[in-house]
């Protein structure tokens, strides 16, 4: 006696940014027997599917914190966390700020708040399933890329280890 074949199930929800009005809407992406499906919540409260293809039509690719669904050319992008994205920009500029105004804390702090930002994407896309989805997506027939973690944690913290130490010996070198 054979088992019929079991197509995993799997769940990711999310944030879709809409390009036109700058808003986000919350969205579920579920893939089930095979077929992956994009529910996108209204104003409302109201959820609406947006597609429903089977998982071989579908590639998924995956960075930091979002999965982007790319169906018949068009690619829908899901944020595990959009608030990820104005913190980093907030870093972002106060480590330009720091540099202006010669202000080495700044940099530092910008380093260590983006890192920290990065710790809590990463937890966000975990606990809204997003290693799950990856896996089912995959095992139920569809094309799968992703960039870790790994690979981006040691990015940036590299990167953060290399100003850290440069501001340190530029600030001991003029200090003799």
């Not at 700058?22 to 597609?51: K, Y």
């Not at 380093?111 to 975990?126: E, P």
Request: charged content about 10%.
């Amino acid at each position: 006696m054979t088992m019929p074949l079991q197509h995993p199930q799997a769940v990711f929800s999310g944030a879709w940014g809409d390009t036109t009005t700058g808003a986000w809407h919350p969205v579920q992406a579920v893939v089930s027997a095979g077929i992956v499906t994009l529910w996108v919540a209204s104003a409302a409260g109201d959820w609406t599917q947006h597609f429903s293809v089977p998982a071989r039509e579908i590639t998924v690719k995956s960075a930091a914190q979002r999965i982007t669904l790319v169906v018949g050319g068009r690619s829908y992008p899901i944020l595990a966390d959009p608030a990820a994205v104005g913190r980093a920009l907030g870093f972002t500029s106060m480590g330009i700020v720091g540099g202006v105004a010669h202000h080495h804390g700044y940099g530092v702090a910008s380093d260590v708040g983006r890192g920290v930002n990065q710790v809590a994407a990463a937890n966000a896309f975990s606990a809204r399933g997003g290693g799950e989805f990856l896996s089912a997506v995959r095992a139920s027939g569809a094309r799968v890329s992703r960039l870790g973690y790994g690979a981006i944690a040691a990015i940036g913290c590299g990167g953060g280890a290399v100003v850290v130490f440069v501001v340190l010996a530029v600030t001991v070198a003029f200090s003799l």
